[in-house]
């Protein structure tokens, strides 16, 4: 008797469980919505939490399965999320029902992750006065004054290709590139000289490698954080804090400790941080901890280097796998060179018309993040539907998904520069091209970006060629342990200085 009591007992608790990893599952469903069916426990994402497979291919997959539906429903675990096809749908979210969309969904863990707390990740009522007094940093007139910053470090980087070239080995692309943003971010937001490219035990590059290198261990973290928020609550008061705590907050706090005392300004990243902890009356409701600054500067630094070396590998392994391309690129660069005297201007970069359309086709075909994330402020009902989510619902916009869409970008796996002529631009929806987002919560530092990006391929390219070799991965395989798109082995190329003779 006591056995079969037992048995019972066991029973209720298995059902019980059952019962609450799919009593949501109906959610979608009870919409009108179409979806794929979710399993207990991983819901749609078994692949991608287990990491067999990367989230921007998986999520391009259901994009493709449901190809004439405007929105799909999935599951992350029991959590339902909506994925968002629709382009005038999408400028609903990102613009015009902004306020209705302005939070990320994004989990900010005080306790175990402090740097949690930055600018990308924080929910609204800290996001907006903190948005409006970092924004300055990043103006066209800032970029302007920072540009020769950036000029010395892309001098550096010719340096030391010239360097590796000698060797007649192939290079890593990304390792080079990330030495190279490693630098300008160095410069540019600390006033510090990181020495990536000069040092090979650089710490900076180091803590860079720590931040996004695909470990167990980082996955660990990543995937408690997103699918399983309340382990992730419950482990915080016994797991240990990233060894990037300690780093960040250290040097962010010695760097304003260092100015402070001698008075120095430079007008730059640390100085608006300075700004902000001596003034924090300008930010309300803000407690301006020593960590809450160092977040702000790590996601400059984390978003700043990766995401614009990850561009400029991306575009060198595509212009190495097309040599006319190549080409014809160098002949832009030459004869800008010779029009200002080898001096490349902030100005005169904006003016490289075919440079632009290969940097934006890079981040048509390579995004950096596989889709934008926003969660509902309150109930909302999408304009000429009849769907209403409620409040605190997330919304997936699929942008990996979208920039390879055959019917939007013919044959997507073809690199070609000339999808971004004025005229074809023209003929497509804007919210079918969003590398940098859109909207007042798009990428604050996109111009940054854009300009150490172009910078740096003018500087490789103007004197070397760019070939595969026999370590190049072909085709391009997504990384699947990785959340910011990686190649799963690295991009590797020749790099041979051209005989100007």
Same mark, same amino acid.
């Given at each position: 008797?006591?056995?079969?009591?037992?048995?019972?007992?066991?029973?209720?608790?298995?059902?019980?469980?059952?019962?609450?990893?799919?009593?949501?599952?109906?959610?979608?469903?009870?919409?009108?919505?179409?979806?794929?069916?979710?399993?207990?426990?991983?819901?749609?994402?078994?692949?991608?939490?287990?990491?067999?497979?990367?989230?921007?291919?998986?999520?391009?997959?259901?994009?493709? @399965?449901?190809?004439?539906?405007?929105? %799909?429903?999935?599951?992350?675990?029991?959590?339902?999320?909506?994925?968002?096809?629709?382009?005038?749908?999408?400028?609903?979210?990102?613009?015009?029902?902004?306020?209705?969309?302005?939070?990320?969904?994004?989990?900010?863990?005080?306790?175990?992750?402090?740097? =949690? &707390?930055?600018?990308?990740?924080?929910?609204?009522?800290?996001?907006?006065?903190?948005?409006?007094?970092?924004?300055?940093?990043?103006?066209?007139?800032?970029?302007?004054?920072?540009?020769?910053?950036?000029?010395?470090?892309? @001098?550096?980087?010719?340096?030391?290709?010239?360097?590796?070239?000698?060797?007649?080995?192939?290079?890593?692309?990304?390792?080079?590139?990330?030495?190279?943003?490693?630098?300008?971010?160095?410069?540019?937001?600390?006033?510090?000289?990181?020495?990536?490219?000069?040092?090979?035990?650089?710490?900076?590059?180091?803590?860079?490698?720590?931040?996004?290198?695909?470990?167990? #261990?980082?996955?660990?973290?990543?995937?408690?954080?997103?699918?399983?928020?309340?382990?992730?609550?419950?482990?915080?008061?016994?797991?240990?804090?990233?060894?990037?705590?300690?780093?960040?907050?250290?040097?962010? #706090?010695?760097?304003?400790?260092?100015?402070?005392? !001698?008075?120095?300004?430079?007008?730059?990243?640390? @100085?608006?941080?300075?700004?902000?902890?001596?003034?924090?009356?300008?930010?309300?409701? %803000?407690?301006?901890?020593?960590?809450?600054?160092?977040?702000?500067?790590?996601?400059?630094?984390?978003?700043?280097?990766?995401? =614009?070396?990850?561009?400029?590998?991306?575009?060198?392994?595509?212009?190495?796998?097309?040599?006319?391309?190549?080409? #014809?690129?160098?002949?832009?660069?030459?004869?800008?060179?010779?029009?200002?005297?080898?001096?490349?201007?902030?100005?005169?970069?904006?003016?490289?018309?075919?440079?632009?359309?290969?940097?934006?086709?890079?981040?048509?075909?390579?995004?950096?993040?596989?889709?934008?994330?926003?969660?509902?402020?309150?109930?909302?009902?999408?304009?000429?539907?009849?769907?209403?989510?409620?409040?605190? &619902?997330?919304?997936?916009?699929?942008?990996?998904? %979208?920039?390879?869409?055959?019917?939007?970008?013919?044959?997507?796996?073809?690199?070609?520069?000339?999808?971004?002529?004025?005229?074809?631009? &023209?003929?497509?929806?804007?919210?079918?091209?969003?590398?940098?987002?859109?909207?007042?919560?798009?990428?604050?530092?996109?111009?940054?970006?854009?300009?150490?990006?172009?910078?740096?391929?003018?500087?490789?390219?103007?004197?070397?060629?760019?070939?595969?070799?026999? #370590?190049?991965?072909?085709?391009? %395989?997504?990384?699947?342990?990785?959340?910011?798109?990686?190649?799963?082995?690295?991009?590797?190329?020749?790099?041979?200085?051209? !005989?100007?003779?």
């Amino acid at each position: 008797m006591e056995f079969f009591e037992i048995l019972c007992g066991i029973l209720v608790i298995l059902l019980a469980i059952y019962y609450y990893l799919t009593s949501t599952f109906d959610f979608w469903k009870l919409r009108g919505i179409r979806g794929p069916q979710p399993i207990p426990i991983f819901g749609n994402f078994k692949d991608v939490m287990l990491a067999k497979k990367y989230l921007g291919d998986y999520v391009t997959k259901i994009y493709n @399965d449901y190809k004439d539906e405007p929105m %799909i429903g999935i599951f992350t675990t029991r959590i339902p999320v909506l994925i968002i096809k629709d382009p005038n749908l999408i400028k609903d979210i990102l613009i015009k029902d902004f306020t209705k969309f302005v939070d990320r969904g994004s989990i900010v863990h005080e306790k175990l992750d402090p740097l =949690s &707390q930055n600018l990308f990740s924080l929910e609204p009522k800290r996001w907006r006065p903190l948005r409006t007094r970092l924004s300055p940093t990043f103006t066209s007139g800032k970029l302007k004054e920072m540009f020769s910053l950036i000029s010395q470090c892309a @001098d550096r980087l010719e340096l030391y290709i010239e360097k590796l070239s000698c060797k007649n080995e192939p290079i890593e692309c990304r390792e080079l590139a990330a030495k190279y943003t490693t630098d300008v971010i160095g410069t540019c937001a600390f006033g510090l000289e990181m020495n990536a490219l000069k040092d090979e035990d650089s710490e900076f590059r180091r803590m860079g490698k720590l931040i996004f290198a695909p470990s167990w #261990k980082i996955i660990l973290r990543s995937r408690l954080k997103n699918f399983l928020p309340w382990l992730n609550d419950i482990l915080s008061y016994i797991l240990p804090q990233s060894e990037a705590v300690p780093f960040f907050t250290s040097i962010v #706090k010695e760097t304003m400790d260092y100015r402070d005392t !001698n008075n120095i300004v430079r007008h730059d990243f640390i @100085d608006i941080l300075r700004e902000l902890k001596k003034h924090p009356e300008k930010v309300d409701n %803000i407690e301006l901890t020593d960590t809450f600054l160092a977040a702000q500067a790590f996601v400059f630094f984390g978003a700043g280097f990766e995401t =614009s070396s990850t561009a400029i590998s991306n575009a060198l392994y595509e212009l190495a796998l097309n040599q006319k391309i190549q080409d #014809k690129l160098r002949e832009e660069i030459d004869e800008e060179s010779i029009k200002h005297n080898g001096n490349f201007t902030y100005e005169n970069i904006k003016k490289m018309n075919y440079l632009d359309k290969i940097f934006k086709e890079t981040l048509r075909k390579y995004p950096s993040v596989p889709q934008l994330s926003r969660k509902t402020m309150s109930s909302y009902t999408f304009n000429d539907t009849k769907v209403n989510i409620p409040k605190d &619902q997330l919304v997936w916009i699929p942008i990996y998904a %979208i920039q390879r869409d055959p019917d939007i970008y013919p044959n997507p796996d073809v690199f070609d520069p000339e999808r971004f002529t004025d005229e074809i631009v &023209q003929t497509r929806h804007p919210m079918h091209y969003l590398p940098f987002g859109d909207g007042p919560r798009n990428c604050i530092g996109a111009r940054f970006a854009v300009h150490q990006t172009k910078l740096g391929l003018i500087k490789i390219l103007q004197n070397y060629k760019i070939e595969t070799c026999e #370590k190049t991965q072909i085709p391009y %395989i997504n990384h699947p342990k990785t959340f910011l798109l990686t190649p799963s082995r690295g991009i590797y190329l020749k790099i041979n200085k051209i !005989n100007r003779c």
